[in-house]
């Protein structure tokens, strides 16, 4: 009997120390990398430009679309926008800009300088609208099909990496 | 007269405890949920950004008469279940529930096992 506690509490112990080891092995960095094969529903976005919603309807006929959260206050937008003017040339994919927490006036005049990279232009004028894509923070980035599945999410600003492999994505 | 009055009372009552009610709904909600971008806090106790604006959400879904289990499984749904404070009882966070009643049986069963030894010692 004896002989089966200490074998038990042994067990109890190793399984502990394994629970320990591997949690904290794990990266503690969370994202939302595991939102790539959902879907997303329930598009409704009011445009920057004008008083039309965007809903799924606009999006289910391009082959792929890009949606990216930026603002004119978001420093690392600046850096990623000329991957985005870049991707831009290409026509199998349309970019859905989605202004976030911005100034009309400002957004605008941002595009002015730096020039503009998006098919659609939309805002989200009190951040409301970003929760229903699992936004947390500026610049991020979503690649989805035209059955809005979900391919790639990038969190931070595009760099050449992410456009190669999001090309490699449209090739494919 | 008085039914009059005692009609208002009631209604007067019933009104206060439904507000009540909502009140203490979100803030207990608000505080089941992790604010994403901050140091082990709530969105109930941050006032970031993000947290603001997952309070508007949660108000939102509220007034659409969504019930505290359809908000969290929501907010899970988008930002996994990290966002909860309390994890929900499923097959990944089984153990995790299980555990500790596990240990309490195990433990039992030790000291049931040590009294009778004692007790056949004596």
């Not at chain 1, 003017?85 to 800009?97: P, T």
């Not at chain 1, 989805?144 to 999410?153: G, M, Q, R």
């Amino acid at each position: 009997m004896q002989k089966t506690i200490k074998l038990i509490t042994v067990s109890l112990l190793v399984f502990i120390l394994g629970i320990f080891y591997l949690s904290l092995n794990r990266s503690s960095n969370y994202d939302t990398k595991f939102l790539v094969g959902n879907k997303l529903t329930d598009i409704e976005l009011k445009s920057l430009q004008s008083k039309e919603f965007f809903t799924n309807d606009d999006f289910k006929n391009n082959k792929y679309t890009l949606i990216n959260f930026w603002a004119s206050w978001c420093a690392p937008c600046r850096v990623e926008h000329p991957y985005l003017m870049m991707l831009s040339k290409n026509k199998d994919i349309k970019i859905l800009g989605i202004n976030f927490k911005d100034k009309k006036i400002n957004a605008l005049k941002f595009l002015e300088e730096l020039g503009n990279p998006y098919d659609y232009l939309a805002k989200d004028n009190n951040g409301k609208q970003s929760v229903n894509f699992g936004i947390y923070g500026i610049p991020e980035s979503i690649l989805i099909d035209n059955k809005f599945n979900i391919l790639k999410k990038i969190i931070g600003p595009l760099n050449e990496k992410d456009i190669k492999e999001i090309k490699e994505i449209i090739k494919s | 007269m008085k039914i009059k009055l005692l009609c208002l009372v009631i209604f007067f009552n019933f009104s206060v405890y439904a507000t009540s009610n909502e009140i203490l709904n979100e803030s207990q909600i608000h505080k089941n949920l992790r604010c994403l971008v901050c140091q082990g806090q709530s969105i109930a106790d941050s006032n970031s950004d993000f947290a603001q604006t997952l309070k508007m959400v949660v108000k939102d879904l509220i007034k659409q008469g969504k019930t505290e289990d359809e908000i969290y499984n929501f907010l899970s749904e988008k930002y996994g279940d990290w966002i909860l404070y309390k994890p929900k009882f499923n097959y990944e966070n089984f153990l995790l529930w299980s555990f500790p009643y596990l240990v309490l049986v195990f433990g039992g069963f030790i000291i049931v096992f040590l009294i009778k030894r004692r007790q056949k010692k004596t």
